[in-house]
């Protein structure tokens, strides 16, 4: 802990607190999404006989989405008890929910995909 700073409140027993508190969330929604969600999501996509690369490809990022939930896990853990980690991690997993919550918002609301998630109809033409 640096102590050239006056109290920083990330340093005290607060910032451990939701630390491992985000710890927690994430190891839970890794297991939802391993142990839960593969066999509800994944196991239609190998049945679906899609083209092997188009299956290998969501496969992929199925297990690297899984692999970040736990790397964040982990991530947050560490954090809780070295805090000159705290501000780095909470702003790095704070960052990437930032985008991949941009991303959900441009395909859920953009103009072009409009038809596809809100009228079941493909804007394929």
């Known amino acids: ?37 593969t066999p509800e999501v994944m196991y239609p996509v190998y049945s679906a006989n899609l083209p092997p690369s188009s299956a290998g490809v969501l496969d992929i990022l199925w297990y690297q989405m899984a692999a970040l939930i736990v790397g964040g896990a982990v991530a947050t853990l560490v954090a809780a008890f070295r805090s000159d980690w705290r501000w780095p991690v909470a702003w790095i997993i704070g960052g990437h929910f930032l985008v991949v919550s941009g991303i959900c918002l441009f395909f859920t609301f953009g103009s072009e995909t409009r038809g596809v998630l809100f009228n079941g109809r493909s804007s394929a033409r």
Do not use: C, E, K, W
């Open 1 to 37: 802990m640096r102590t050239d700073l006056v109290n920083r409140p990330q340093d005290g027993s607060a910032g451990r607190s939701a630390l491992l508190v985000a710890s927690a969330v994430n190891a839970v929604a890794a297991i939802y999404h391993i142990i839960g969600g």
